[in-house]
């Protein structure tokens, strides 16, 4: 009981902590890998406990230098090897195991699913989703394995407590494939935003609420947003995840942002009420480092 308990707490703390990733496993045999897109005050030796993994070998595998710091909103390849990827599905040492997930692609069946992952029986997908071969749909999410953590750990993805998705009732009209992963761009000292005039990669999962709230906006570097629209956002008492809205009444600007954690507990923070990416900013034609923004989610 007491295990069920420290489990369904550290779900609870796993989603209030992880961004971006869904858990799901990008590249072919043999090598196969996460993407993780860093929270405030994380580094190369936290993401190495996280994953099971050398840190230098985790910086390595990305081909950058472990010296240098990362940054908010950076994405980070995690290799999965055999000291962090289990796939038989049996707990060792004092490792918890964190289901990992293939999004199934168009004309896409179990016996390709199982080469492509390291040739994991075939068995063992049926077991663990709860489906036969050939109830594998387009856009159904398969685990394919599981992530090995220490036990207890709570910096580990999100969506650990989720379910495989149950097969659809009737196959859909427009196929879906797995997602890919973006490649980073580096900031320029003086970098102009891309000019995404709907407000950012986001607007389309926005949903309006009730909530509403005026404030000072700080700005944080990050590499994210200056092509790609993807802008985050730093604020406190706000559910990791959430996609809020941000005016800039001096423009008449919006743009939409995801929620990557809480306002860093930091001289720097005082008097504002959230921090949004460089690129963010930019967009909403702000040229001061503080600037006053209204606020919807």
């Given at each position: 009981m007491k295990r069920i308990i420290i489990l369904l707490l550290s779900v609870f703390i796993l989603k209030g902590r992880i961004i971006a990733q869904e858990n799901i496993v990008h590249g072919a045999t043999p090598d196969l890998y996460l993407i993780h897109s860093v929270a405030a005050k994380e580094t190369w030796y936290s993401l190495g406990r996280t994953y099971n993994l050398s840190p230098k070998d985790l910086a390595s595998y990305n081909k950058l230098s472990i010296d240098k710091p990362l940054e908010i909103a950076q994405q980070i390849k995690v290799p999965l090897t055999s000291a962090n990827f289990?796939?038989?599905?049996?707990?060792?040492?004092?490792?918890?195991?964190?289901?990992?997930?293939?999004?199934?692609?168009?004309?896409?069946?179990?016996?390709?699913?199982?080469?492509?992952?390291?040739?994991?029986?075939?068995?063992?997908?049926?077991?663990?989703?709860?489906?036969?071969?050939?109830?594998?749909?387009?856009?159904?999410?398969?685990?394919?394995?599981?992530?090995?953590?220490?036990?207890?750990?709570?910096?580990?993805?999100?969506?650990?407590?989720?379910?495989?998705?149950?097969?659809?009732?009737?196959?859909?009209?427009?196929?879906?494939?797995?997602?890919?992963?973006?490649?980073?761009?580096?900031?320029?000292?003086?970098?102009?935003?891309?000019?995404?005039?709907?407000?950012?990669?986001?607007?389309?999962?926005?949903?309006?609420?009730?909530?509403?709230?005026?404030?000072?906006?700080?700005?944080?570097?990050?590499?994210?947003?200056?092509?790609?629209?993807?802008?985050?956002?730093?604020?406190s008492n706000v559910v990791v995840g959430t996609i809020i809205k941000i005016s800039f009444p001096q423009t008449n600007k919006s743009v939409y942002a995801k929620v990557l954690g809480e306002l860093p507990d930091m001289k720097e923070s005082t008097g504002l009420t959230l921090r949004i990416s460089d690129a963010a900013a930019s967009e909403l034609g702000a040229v001061n480092s503080k600037f006053s923004v209204d606020i919807k989610y």
């Open positions: 289990e796939q038989q599905n049996v707990q060792t040492g004092n490792n918890d195991l964190v289901p990992l997930y293939h999004v199934v692609a168009e004309k896409e069946w179990m016996y390709r699913i199982s080469v492509n992952h390291n040739k994991v029986p075939i068995e063992n997908l049926e077991k663990w989703n709860s489906i036969n071969r050939d109830q594998a749909k387009t856009g159904m999410k398969l685990i394919v394995g599981y992530l090995k953590t220490k036990e207890g750990n709570t910096s580990v993805a999100a969506k650990s407590s989720e379910t495989p998705a149950a097969p659809p009732p009737a196959p859909a009209t427009q196929s879906q494939t797995a997602p890919q992963p973006q490649t980073p761009v580096v900031a320029a000292s003086k970098q102009v935003s891309s000019g995404n005039k709907d407000g950012g990669y986001f607007r389309a999962m926005y949903e309006e609420g009730s909530k509403s709230t005026s404030g000072v906006a700080g700005i944080f570097k990050s590499t994210s947003g200056w092509n790609d629209g993807k802008y985050y956002a730093l604020m």
